[in-house]
């Protein structure tokens, strides 16, 4: 049974930073792609951004793109973003999810395993 589970989430100002973690257990996903997705209040689930099984590529929405970085440790069998210069429309519980791909893709069908989600407030 996969857990994931994320932490990091919480109020902050427009501009500030905040780092996400996911953290994994129940099996190593060293090979899995991994990737955060967002979900605000009456909007559908979003991509926000994906990373290769080994960290070797990353791909980013256009909305992002520029300001947060998705990072992992093999090791820890963690998962990171790193969110900097945060804008109010970034207000949205954040999921991370792992595919059982060694790439995952934009489409959330194309992951198996979510986390809980944390929530993330950007205020103006």
């Known amino acids: 049974q996969v857990q994931l589970v994320e932490s990091g989430g919480g109020l902050v100002q427009d501009g500030g930073s905040l780092r996400l973690s996911c953290a994994a257990s129940g099996r190593d996903l060293r090979n899995n792609a991994m990737g955060w997705f967002r979900q605000a209040p009456g909007k559908e689930r979003e991509f926000v951004a994906q990373i290769m099984f080994n960290g070797g590529r990353t791909d980013y929405a256009d909305s992002v793109k520029g300001r947060f970085t998705i990072s992992r440790d093999n090791a820890r069998n963690t998962l990171y973003l790193q969110m900097n210069n945060l804008r109010p429309e970034d207000s949205a519980v954040y999921y991370c999810?792992?595919?059982?791909?060694?790439?995952?893709?934009?489409?959330?069908?194309?992951?198996?395993?979510w986390g809980q989600g944390t929530q993330v407030t950007v205020s103006s």
């Open positions: 999810a792992a595919s059982s791909n060694i790439w995952g893709g934009r489409e959330s069908k194309r992951y198996t395993y």
